[in-house]
């Protein structure tokens, strides 16, 4: 089973950047396609990047196109966020996702949250004004 941990949130003033991380002990992270996803209270969980699980296609959400990378460290076994010019709309908890046990075209990633079936905790990121 997979245990994804999301890590690197925190509060930053407008314009700043953070890089969050999203490890895995169990299983090869590289194996699946991932993705980033934020939720706010009283609104559902929203898209925010993805990446296929190999030759590292990416996709973003238009509200982080050009401001947020991610990537992959497969030594690491992890999946990164790296988030630039934060905006205080930015301000979410931030979720990483997998998809592990559905059947996966190879080098697609996915931008819905019914594509994945392991989710982490989150992590907290606050942008101040």
């Known amino acids: 089973q997979v245990q994804l941990v999301e890590s690197g949130g925190g509060l930053v003033q407008a314009g700043g950047s953070l890089r969050l991380s999203c490890a895995e002990s169990r299983r090869t992270l590289s194996n699946y396609p991932t993705g980033w996803f934020r939720q706010v209270p009283g609104k559902e969980r929203a898209f925010v990047a993805a990446?296929?699980?190999?030759?590292?296609?990416?996709y973003y959400s238009d509200s982080v196109q050009g401001r947020f990378t991610i990537s992959r460290d497969n030594a690491k076994n992890t999946v990164y966020l790296q988030m630039n010019s934060l905006k205080p709309e930015d301000t979410a908890v931030y979720h990483c996702?997998?998809?592990?046990?559905?059947?996966?075209?190879?080098?697609?990633?996915?931008?819905?949250?019914?594509?994945?079936?392991?989710w982490g905790q989150g992590t907290q990121v606050t942008v101040s004004s």
């Open positions: 990446i296929s699980r190999s030759l590292g296609r990416k």
């Open positions: 996702a997998a998809r592990v046990s559905r059947i996966t075209v190879t080098h697609s990633y996915y931008t819905s949250v019914q594509d994945y079936d392991a």
